[in-house]
T-cell receptor
Framework: DAKTTQPPSMDCAEGRAANLPCNHS???????VYWYRQIHSQGPQYIIH???NNETNEMASLIITEDRKSSTLILPHATLRDTAVYYC????????????FGDGTTLTVKP | AAGVIQSPRHLIKEKRETATLKCYPI?????VYWYQQGPGQDPQFLIS???????DKGSIPDRFSAQQFSDYHSELNMSSLELGDSALYFC??????????FGSGTRLTVV
């Protein structure tokens, strides 16, 4: 699975959009980009995933660049409960198989 | 909706003792994954089972073993416990390409 690079930490004001970047320059054609988050000591929670098109669900939007070497997770209106570690994971195929969690981004939403 | 159930939530054991963690996947999910997350670390994949057969293996110590039973629940057995085994142990389940869901974890403390 391709390696990902994320900033170690980010701050965001409550109610504003949080934009979390992820670099995955070695991604291959059959690898998907997944985003999970982990709120302190809870189990990781699936957020969204995509292959090459932008995706949106009730939690977030995922923007993938045309060359697929980077992506951005967007939380449109961050709340204090969105404070968590956000993991960008690249892996082959569908949402199954082991996930390799690297160093995620600690997002702190401030009032 | 039913989630992944893990038991116990908390477990305290002494060094060299044995511990058994249990995981009950979401009904009809056919794959179970085990992850270990040490203090301040990212979740690390240990092992997975698909249809009761081991499907993938990660950094699982030889002192640990796991299996998936006919009712699809899984157990992680840990023997000769060491202080370094103190961690959160997460179980996740999935059904092929749908729904990769984590449980709330078992916090194991070895004293």
């Amino acid at each position: 699975d391709a390696k990902t690079t994320q900033p170690p930490s980010m701050d965001c004001a409550e109610g504003r959009a949080a934009n979390l970047p992820c670099n995955h320059s070695t991604i291959s054609g059959n690898e998907y980009v997944y985003w999970y988050r982990q709120i302190h000591s809870q189990g990781p929670q699936y957020i969204i995933h995509g292959l090459k098109n932008n995706e949106t669900n009730e939690m977030a939007s995922l923007i993938i660049t045309e060359d697929r070497k980077s992506s951005t997770l967007i939380l449109p209106h961050a709340t204090l409960r969105d404070t968590a570690v956000y993991y960008c994971i690249v892996k082959k195929g569908t949402n199954a198989g082991k996930s390799t969690f690297g160093d995620g981004t600690t997002l702190t939403v401030k009032p | 909706a039913a989630g992944v159930i893990q038991s116990p939530r908390h477990l305290i054991k002494e060094k060299r003792e044995t511990a058994t963690l249990k995981c009950y996947p979401i009904p009809r999910h056919d794959t179970v994954y085990w992850y270990q997350q040490g203090p301040g670390q990212d979740p690390q994949f240990l092992i997975s089972f698909y249809e009761k057969m081991q499907s993938d293996k990660g950094s699982i110590p030889d002192r640990f073993s796991a299996q998936q039973f006919s009712d699809y629940h899984s157990e992680l057995n840990m023997s000769s416990l060491e202080l370094g085994d103190s961690a959160l142990y997460f179980c996740a389940s999935s059904l092929r390409s749908y729904g990769y869901t984590f449980g709330s974890g078992t916090r194991l403390t070895v004293v």
